[in-house]
């Protein structure tokens, strides 16, 4: 069976109309997105796709970020049924998650992984290293699939380690962000010119038809890819 999944850090700054109209085009089987509120009405990604029949896990931490304090965090989005989840905190210095969906696709349980990892200015971090470790410690070895924003440049050791376990579905590295310059008010970014978000999957699987997607509803741009289990 072939699935079209989707990962996409919708922005908690981004537009959140247009984050919308996108993901009810989309059709996509399984989401993964990263900053979703769960206490903020005009965000409410949850009841929205809730209403389009998707099942859904949701992994929330509260943390700072630019001198406010945040409660978001990773979220998946099914069609087919989960019958089980988890969060992992992977660190405790500045709170980050990944939340894992069992779900049940025929007769086969996909293992599916949605985070965030701490933003470091496309630069070298321990934390961010710490974070990875813990993320690869809870990873399953088949039928898996791990998406999202990892904050982590190709070259960088969290791409590296991640590639050692698990196939990166894009190894062309086709950038993602920032669409705007308000993606990082210290990085300033100018342009779309930095790969950070990434969809990577067990070796049992195959993957076919990446796709970068043109919403320009947050700083990221949306990721897709067919798997097929």
Known sequence: MKLRILSWNIWINGYFDQVAAFLKKSQVDIIGLQEVVDNDPKRDVINMLSKLGYEYAFGSVEHSWGGKVYRDGPAIFSKHKITKTETYILSEKDKRAAVKADILVGDKTLHVFSTHLIHTHQKGSEEQDIQVSNLIKK????????????NATPESSVIKSMQKVLVNSDPS??????????????CNPQKLDTCLD???????????????EGSKASDHLPISVVVEI
Not at 139 to 150: A, H, I, N, P, Q
Not at 173 to 186: A, D, K, M, N
């Open 139 to 150: 990873l399953t070895t088949e039928r898996t699939v791990l998406m999202g924003d990892f």
């Open 173 to 186: 590295f086709t950038p993602t962000w920032s669409v705007y310059p308000e993606g990082c008010r210290i």
């Open 198 to 212: 990434y969809i990577f999957t067990s070796k049992d699987l195959k993957t076919s038809s990446f796709k970068v």
